[in-house]
């Protein structure tokens, strides 16, 4: 019998319809980053509450449904590409974001968010008995 450090590592295949997943996820996720921004500065403080709840509702349960971090990872991918864009100023000069406590805090304050529901997101153990090594 040997260990199952002795064994080889087994890596699924990603099929299509898990790489559809995750790039669904990662537009939900830029359309998420759209909304709180356009929610936080409405109401402060529960605008802000509320954009960085929906934030992590989503980065959670994606994490918890694809089973992985890269399940919390790519919707949070989505969600920092579009607040960056969204922060650029215009040709026009017009801009999403104003100079308040409450952008700042949406800004930081989400990408703190994405780092810790893709730390928390469930990672695949090995199965079968023998877990433990030393008998």
């Not at 709840?53 to 990872?73: D, H």
């Amino acid at each position: 019998m040997s260990s199952m450090l002795a064994q080889p590592i087994k890596l699924k295949r990603p099929s299509a319809l898990r790489a559809l997943a995750y790039v669904a996820l990662f537009v939900l996720g830029g359309v998420v980053g759209v909304a709180g921004a356009l929610v936080q500065p409405a109401w402060f403080p529960g605008g802000l509450l509320l954009a960085i709840a929906g934030e992590a509702g989503l980065l959670l349960g994606a994490g918890r449904v694809m089973g992985s971090r890269a399940g919390a990872v790519a919707p949070a991918g989505g969600w920092m590409i579009s607040v960056i864009l969204l922060t650029a100023s215009r040709p026009e000069g017009d801009f999403l974001f104003g100079t308040g406590v409450s952008s700042y805090l949406f800004l930081l304050g989400g990408m703190a968010i994405a780092v810790i529901c893709a730390t928390l997101a469930p990672v695949r153990q090995p199965g079968g008995d023998g877990v433990r090594l030393g008998n």
